[in-house]
T-cell receptor
């Protein structure tokens, strides 16, 4: 029962490097989300997607890009890594939106930019 | 977005009940109250949600005040595995994508 799978679990980047955080879900959910969590803080929404080919910005999109070519996958791209992007990144998915929406989260990717 | 207020931390003993409070005085009529928890080094995990009536599931109970300005998550018998950060979140539903706004939550410590 995989649910939401994120890779890698850990990564260290140098300033200016690029990387893609992978997220895949096997629940056939239309809605997918990327959050970041800084130490001691709650999660902040970076980007979300309501279906294949449709994405939109959340609260903190600067420095990130996303794409959604399939229902299952929602990768997050960092183009020019900066120390401010040191954080734990969580991907989530849900079956439908709205007030009853239950989101299922991956285990996270811990990223350090040095 | 309507805001929630939770205590920064709470402590409990194993096998005792835990009542985690949440204030949401600006809640609107269509906001659902959701609770998630985050175990150490893991992603958040859904616990329970409700609108007006009290709710029970296998993990916990949710007691909602009659005026809906506060709610309480009840863990009936705390275990060491329940040690986590608990987030009380208002889900407006009016948005098209079900955004969840996480505050800092309540850190629950369970003593053996």
């Amino acid at each position: 029962n995989a649910g939401v799978t994120q890779t890698p679990k850990f990564r260290i980047l140098k300033i200016g490097q690029s990387m893609t955080l992978q997220c895949t879900q096997d629940m056939n959910h239309n809605y997918m989300y990327w959050y970041r969590q800084d130490p001691g803080m709650g999660l902040k929404l970076i980007y979300y997607s309501v279906g294949a080919g449709i994405t939109d910005k959340g609260e903190v999109p600067n420095g990130y890009n996303v794409s959604r070519s399939t229902t299952e996958d929602f990768p997050l791209r960092l183009e020019l890594a900066a120390p401010s992007q040191t954080s734990v990144y969580f991907c989530a998915s849900s079956y439908f939106p709205g007030a009853k929406n239950i989101q299922y989260f991956g285990a996270g990717t811990r990223l350090s930019v040095l | 977005d309507a805001k929630t207020t939770q205590p920064n931390s709470m402590e409990s003993n194993e096998e005792e009940p835990v009542h985690l409070p949440c204030n949401h005085s600006t809640i609107s009529g269509t906001d659902y109250i959701h609770w998630y928890r985050q175990l150490p080094s893991q992603g958040p995990e859904y616990v329970i949600h409700g609108l007006t009536s009290n709710v029970n599931n296998r993990m916990a109970s949710l007691a909602i005040a009659e005026d809906r300005k506060s709610s309480t998550l009840i863990l009936h018998r705390a275990t060491l595995r329940d040690a986590a950060v608990y987030y009380c979140i208002l889900n407006a539903g009016g948005t098209s994508y079900g955004k969840l706004t996480f505050g800092q939550g309540t850190i629950l410590t369970v003593h053996p």
